[in-house]
């Protein structure tokens, strides 16, 4: 494990009143570096988030094509003769190959720069996406899906471990949150496009839900050329800094962030790593929030069907719940990363989404605009309790070679729980409301809730016991935040 004795300065969260600790607080992020971090935001955060937004696109657009044009049997089951059964079996193998692949992508985008490896795999899922849209029976739907899931898996653990190279600690949850936030905008944008394509069933004789995924792979196949060309890789390769931009750059990461010359993984490393044991609280937490984020994903355009909207209008009608969560994830991870509480902002709105959930539970299957209601609040805090989930962890890791690996870990983690996801909304629950996803749902941000206090908790026992073991003056240790 981790010694209390760290060889790095952060007390950030302390509570000491030591002098060092003061001035280490008042100090505020300087002119020039408030400019410098402008400048990273406008080259970084726009493309990180326009490749999320196509990746979650082509992911999650499936749940769009089993229910697009289903009134009229042209959907993506009568096409393909699967079954309720069979299209749960497509969702799980592309969980299974995320859940693989995730941990050594991080290290292929160390090795081969962020910019050729995340282009790389932006226009594979593109291609496979397209290629979905011409699958004839489950074998073929199956095997696409599971590609599907070999391409994308790096993406999410390798954009928050690529913001490790850019951005400090309290600095990366709102960032996090941008981009995490365009996977809600892709759930709006999905739905409203479903809706739109739905009116192209049977142009040149192909059924709407085969257009929605050529039409939504073809973006992402065209946009990984702009990607490898414009997405910077570090801080000192970057062209468009100056050489005192770069150093500056450096010298704010030098205990908070990663490094491009940092060292590559080893297994000295990766061992200390994997035997960190309080980093597995964190992955089991991330392992609660992945059974709602996974099963809202999928199954959104399902549970607004379920709601007595019917035909192209349930396509239009998952549009609000993921446009309000995109707005509250934006607010919550802004003020987490303000007040420096990240595990305080995860635990009350995972709670918030948890109470969605229960209130759907409890609701009369026909209070459908009241389950409406309850599926906004849920989707909200469901959504907004991740990026501070995530800084939650980040912020607490103390190599370049750890920070990579643990977030591969920390996603890889959450695959067993978006597996499970895809089994909670059962289709003949339809008519019931869903009981057993609701339920699940609730349940798990609960804990979700109850393990972010209990680890804010510990880690203010451990920052305790640190201060008081400091012997000497000047002596420097880096507490743990929270």
Known sequence: MVDDRISSVDIENGKSETPHEEKIESVGLSLDEKALVRKQDLRIIPISAGIYLLCYLDRSNIG?????????KHDLLSDTGMTNY?????LMVFLVAY???EVP?????KKLSPSKWIAFLMFSWGAITIGLGGTQNFAGVTAVRFLLGVFEAGLFPGLVYYLTFWYKTNERSIRVAFILASATLAGAFGGAI???VGHMNGVHGHSGWRWLLILEGIPSCLSSIAVYFFLPDYPDTAPWLTAEEKALAASRLITEGSHNHGENLTWKEAKKTLTEWRLYAHYVIYFGISLPFSSLSLFTPSITAGLGYKGLH????TVPPYAVAYVVTIVVSYSADHFNARSIHSAIFAAVGAIGFLASALLPAHSYSARYGCLIVAASGSFSCIPPLLGFLSS???TTASVGLAIALNISFGAPGQISGVWIYKANEAKKGYPTGHWTNAAMLFFVSTGCIGLRLYYGWRNTKIIKNVTGEGEVRRLFKY
């Open 64 to 72: 769009n094509a089993k229910t697009l044009n289903a009134d009229t």
């Open 86 to 90: 069979q299209y749960i079996i497509a």
């Open 99 to 101: 859940a693989v692949f």
């Open 105 to 109: 992508s991080n290290y292929f985008l």
């Open 194 to 196: 479903a809706y739109g």
């Open 314 to 317: 349930s396509q239009l009608m």
């Open 396 to 398: 607490n890791l103390f």
